[in-house]
């Protein structure tokens, strides 16, 4: 198997982030009974030229993995469902990282799907995949209004985001929304939101890199008329299928705190 080098990759990177995520992923897959299984993510660690005990020293892969891994599925399968219903759509999954959605999932033939990310992200994903007819890869910033111009408006439009919106300001997820709702038809987006106090404990934390949280989703049919939020889940929902006795007992401790909507999934239409 010929390797791909992520030697390079600096500690701390969005890059290195998005290669933790991915690494959990894998790990996860490789369980006795996985939640998500992403098979996907495994392969492309094994072709990856990396230090991935680094990652096991620091990531807490025993317990995180399920972090991952609960709120992938829970998105998998509200793509699932679009795509069933919707099987000529055009999918834009953004901040896509080093995530295989594309690959995992059962996506019939006819669908157009975009990864975007970061033109550092994108260079790293093409070492792992390439552009086909209907796979393509943009490396730009999504609050970039430019690169929607690649992507031919006309048909049913899903768009993912995860653990995404956080990262970018309020002004910006307000002009992200309203140009997607201006260029496209309808469809759906789907993507997950932080707590109000995230933005205010990333500044004690974590010098700040959490710019945006919001206490009720709703808020953002205020900003845009043409969105309608259809479903609303806590990422830790599903927290019975973990394996492990005594990590589902962790997160259900959580659970039966205010901190199992610290970090929630939603599904709205447009």
């Known amino acids: 198997m010929t390797k791909v080098d992520f030697s390079s990759v600096p500690w701390g990177s969005v890059e290195w982030t998005n290669l933790v995520t991915l690494y959990l992923r894998a790990y996860e897959s490789r369980s006795e009974r996985p939640v998500l299984g992403d098979h996907e993510a495994a392969a492309a660690v094994d072709r ?47 901040g896509c990282g080093l995530d295989g959605r594309a690959f995992r999932l059962d996506v019939p033939p006819s669908v157009s799907w975009f990864d975007v990310d970061q033109p550092g992200v994108i260079e790293l994903r093409r070492k792992l995949y390439d552009d086909t007819e209907r796979y393509r890869m943009i490396g730009s910033s999504v609050t970039d209004p430019h690169w929607l111009e690649q992507v031919r408006p006309g048909r049913p439009t899903l768009v993912v985001a995860e653990g995404l919106m956080m990262y970018l300001s309020e002004d910006e997820v307000r002009q992200l929304l309203a140009r997607l709702t201006d260029r496209f038809d309808g469809g759906e987006m789907i993507f997950d939101t932080l707590s109000a106090l995230a933005p205010l404990l990333s500044r004690l934390f974590t010098r700040g890199i959490i710019k945006w949280g ?24 599903g927290y019975e299928m973990i394996p492990s006795p005594v990590v589902r007992l962790m997160y259900k401790l959580t659970w039966a705190t205010p901190g199992r909507s610290y970090d929630v999934l939603n599904r709205f239409e447009f």
């Open 214 to 237: 919001v206490r009720d989703a709703n808020v953002l049919q205020r900003w845009n008329p043409k969105l309608r939020l259809l479903e609303r889940s806590p990422a830790l929902a």
């Open 48 to 94: 990856i030229d990396y230090d991935f005990n680094r990652i096991r020293r620091t990531s807490l892969p025993a317990s995180n993995q399920y972090l991952v891994a609960l709120r992938a599925k829970q998105l998998d399968d509200w793509c699932t469902h679009f795509l069933r219903r919707q099987p000529e759509a055009v999918v834009l999954h953004l």
